[in-house]
């Protein structure tokens, strides 16, 4: 008959079974080992290649915030300063933009 401390142990030893069944699958997933002697080398590279996708994709989403915000404050500076895209006499040169993103509108 089993007793309470034999139950234990199953169930310890089962549960250590189980998480390395997990990280054996996790391996063959992530392709660090399979069938051929080049699995464990590409899916090291896979793993780096995805890591550096996610960091350029979090730099250009950082650029993109960027350029929304440089379009937002060059915007407001062009209405704050009454140039209308319509009015073709005070039509903006880069010489303007440049004063009005320095905070000066004085002729030099």
Not at 2 to 16: H, P
Not at 50 to 58: D, F, G, K, L, M
Request: hydrophobic share 40%.
């Amino acid at each position: 008959m089993m007793d309470r401390f034999d139950v234990m142990d199953v169930n310890r030893i089962q549960t250590e079974r189980i998480a390395e069944l997990e990280e054996r699958l996790a391996q063959h997933e992530q392709g660090f080992q399979g069938a051929c002697y080049a699995c464990e080398p590409v899916g090291e590279l896979n793993v780096k290649l995805e890591a550096r996708i996610a960091e350029i994709e979090r730099q250009n989403k950082k650029l993109i915030d960027t350029l929304h915000d440089a379009k937002a404050l060059l915007l407001f500076w062009i209405d704050r300063s009454g140039y209308h895209a319509n009015d073709f006499d005070n039509t903006l040169t880069m010489r303007d933009i440049n004063k009005l993103l320095a905070g000066t509108d004085e002729e030099t």
